[in-house]
């Protein structure tokens, strides 16, 4: 048949549109009717990048389940314990094209599974706490999908939307069977009762999808609160309406909101970009400006899901003026103490300094610079990925004198800090980090000097975030 434009009908089950979607990626999430929210979700778009990278973008959501806010403390750890198996698992398939995607997906399963049976065998409050999970994981050209419950996946092409997970309920087992039909299924009261769950056995079962993907093409996650009240008709019509697909989420939500759900809301959109005559990917027009990113850490705390940009914001704000206060106190004070020691005459310096190896021009060379600094490498706040760690295996290979790693507590960018007359050795760090040449570098000896390596003041501290990788 033919579609005329804006419109859509039914073509062998799936709803059809014409409309041409837009570009980026989003994330609602709501209680709906509910006091607590069990629902958790994350994804991570990372086609914008400017080097080249195997995997476009990964999104998760899970469902929990288990009385006293287990289901939350469930579906919280899942998510986070995925993202950062897939940091960790990643690096040989990212090196690797011929490495299956499917394997990576099912190792990271088995070891969110392993994290949530863990936890609950060790605290009694959470026994038999569980969660679905649905995540994708998109390359060039493939998507990788994998399942366990009832939350679900779709993929938008060509104008259609198609289921590509099958509920793990024991209604759907009884319509697989004929015993029920998928109408008498939809009104009994054990609907949600799911036969496969994360985290209630030592191990899971994983229906694992591959599909093929195109530029445009858009992949839905959303839990059952959602797909219960609003048809597929609904949702392809509000993700082909919407002028991003974060105002998608938020409208599928409140549309499942406004039709009675019972249950809390959740939902996820990304669309795989358009490529570009260079060859690379466009960056998302949307996502930068209007997309809020819920990440595990901040859902585990209980932040809402609205304003967190804002909020960071105005506490980023406030640190800042309170470490300018402290520098400027602590400067004035490291000025005057340098001054008076230099007035004894330190000359041990000066002749250390005299005998450095120098390159033409004045430059310490690097394999020596190298070998007189410490540096403290710290993952940056709310970051789950431990880059930290990636970074330090570096750092040793090329030769530093030590390294430390940890976390920093308030700083949530990547960034440098330096000691004073180590701006040379700050330099040298981010060029063997590969870090971009527009990272903020700082000079801050009171912060550096807090840190030591091998008893010995560190020379630059280097904080990461999540979007940093090893090259």
């Known amino acids: 048949m033919i579609i005329p434009s804006h419109g859509y009908g039914d073509v062998n089950g799936k709803y059809v549109m014409s409309e041409t979607f837009s570009r980026g990626y989003g994330l609602k999430s709501s209680a709906g ?30 469902d929990g389940m288990g009385g006293h806010q287990a289901g939350e403390v469930a579906s919280s ?39 949530v049976y863990d936890i609950a065998r060790r605290d ?25 419950g009832d939350t679900r ?69 959303c839990t059952d609160g959602l797909y219960e009240v609003v048809s597929n008709h609904d949702i392809l019509l509000k993700l082909s309406e919407a002028d991003s697909m974060q105002s998608a989420c938020q409208g599928l939500v409140q549309l499942a909101i406004a039709n009675g759900t019972t249950d809390n809301v959740t939902a996820v959109a990304w669309q795989a970009p358009e490529i570009t005559e260079s060859g690379a990917y466009a960056v998302p ?21 609205e304003d967190l940009r804002t909020r960071r914001r105005k506490k980023l704000l406030i640190i800042a003026l309170f470490a300018l206060v402290v520098l400027v106190g602590f400067l004035l004070g490291w000025l005057v103490a340098g001054w008076v020691k230099n007035r004894g005459g330190d000359t041990q310096g000066v002749a250390q300094a005299e005998t450095e190896k120098q390159e033409p021009g004045g430059r310490t060379d690097s394999a020596e610079l190298r070998r007189q600094t410490y540096v403290v490498l710290l993952n940056a706040a709310g970051s789950t990925g431990e ?20 976390t920093a507590k308030n700083t949530t960018k990547t960034i440098i800090y330096y000691g004073e007359g ?18 903020e570098r700082s000079l801050d000896p009171e912060v550096v000097s807090w840190h ?14 999540d979007d940093w990788d090893i090259p």
């Open 77 to 115: 750890e899942a998510v986070q314990a995925f993202f950062e198996a897939f940091n960790a698992k990643k690096i040989p398939y990212e090196q690797d094209y011929s490495l299956d995607t499917r394997e990576l997906m099912r190792e990271i399963f088995s070891s969110v599974n392993s994290t």
């Open 422 to 439: 180590d701006r040379e050795k700050a330099d040298l760090v981010a060029e063997d980090l590969h870090l971009d040449p527009s990272t």
């Open 387 to 406: 880059p930290a760690l990636r970074a330090e295996r570096l750092i040793m290979e090329l030769g530093y004198a030590g390294s430390k790693t940890g």
């Open 285 to 305: 027009e949307k996502a930068s400006s209007d997309t809020v990113v819920l990440t595990p850490r901040e859902r585990h705390r209980g932040l809402p899901l």
């Open 124 to 148: 009694n409050k959470l026994k038999g706490m569980g969660t679905t999970l649905t995540a994708f994981i998109a390359e060039k050209g493939r998507l990788t999908v994998g399942h366990v």
């Open 452 to 465: 030591k390596v091998k008893d010995k003041e560190s020379d630059v501290i280097v904080v990461l975030a």
């Open 153 to 221: 996946a779709y993929l938008v092409q060509e104008g259609s939307i198609s289921q590509l997970t099958q509920d793990h309920t024991l209604v759907e087992d009884m319509v697989r069977d004929r015993i029920i039909t998928r109408e008498q299924a939809a009104a009994r009261s054990d609907r949600n009762v799911i036969t496969r769950a994360i985290g209630v056995d030592p191990a899971v079962d994983v229906d694992i999808t591959t599909v093929p993907l195109s530029p445009r093409d858009v992949v839905f996650l």
């Open 33 to 62: 009717p509910r006091e607590l929210n069990e629902d958790t979700a994350f994804i991570k778009d990372m086609s914008s990048r400017s080097r080249r990278t195997r995997y476009l973008c990964v999104g998760i959501i899970a």
